[in-house]
């Protein structure tokens, strides 16, 4: 099972910029706008980082799962973060679609990883998520925290669940802020500077999801 979630996590992580840019180019013309080229999201060393990186992730869920479905819904949770902070990245907006896939997946895994009550915690999570980032879209303007990245915490909430999502904030945290200083410190940055928060918050998710595989 080691080998065959392994190579079906480097054919998905091969076929994750492609996706990515399916979904952009679906997502733009629903807005009636042209998605630039821009050769960076389509590069063969970013798909075999893709493919070596989620091929490890899915082997390596497969090696330590007790309960092969668990491991899988995972895996596959981590497939879906890697999605959602490239679309951000490249256009600014993350996908319902994938905030849907994420919400069922993370259900399921929820309750196939840590039992039936766990899913209640886990809604507890994306109740209290979703309160604190639309407490912080307020303080800071909603131009600047979208309503696509409170719903995206609310779906992450309930994916990681008690006490995970604690882990995957400490690390959107961690990141956030060191990206900061550096491109400050590099002046490529200043106080005004707009970030999709998108990558960060699935960064936070995606090495929880890791640290959890492993």
Do not use: H
């Amino acid at each position: 099972m080691t080998l065959i979630l392994g190579i079906a996590g480097a054919t998905l992580g091969f076929a994750i910029p492609y996706v990515a840019n399916s979904i952009a180019i679906y997502k733009c013309r629903k807005k009636k706008t042209e998605l630039a080229p821009d050769e960076r999201y389509s590069a063969i060393y970013l798909k075999l980082g893709f493919c070596v990186l989620n091929g490890c992730v899915w082997g390596i869920s497969g090696y330590i799962a007790d309960y092969m479905p668990a491991a899988v819904l995972m895996a596959f949770l981590f497939t879906t973060a890697l999605l959602v902070a490239i679309i951000d990245l490249r256009i600014r907006i993350v996908p319902n679609e994938l905030l849907l896939v994420m919400i069922v997946t993370g259900t399921a895994f929820q309750a196939m990883k840590f039992g039936y009550t766990a899913i209640l915690l886990s809604l507890v999570c994306m109740a209290v998520m979703v309160v604190f980032f639309t407490v912080v879209a307020g303080m800071v303007g909603f131009d600047k925290v979208g309503a696509g990245d409170v719903k995206l915490a609310g779906a992450m909430g309930l994916a990681l669940g008690y006490p995970n999502i604690l882990t995957a904030l400490v690390i959107m945290s961690a990141v956030f802020v060191v990206f900061s200083l550096i491109g400050l410190i590099l002046r490529k940055l200043t106080l005004k500077s707009m970030l999709p928060f998108a990558p960060f918050m699935m960064i936070g998710m995606i090495f929880t999801l890791a640290y959890m595989a492993w």
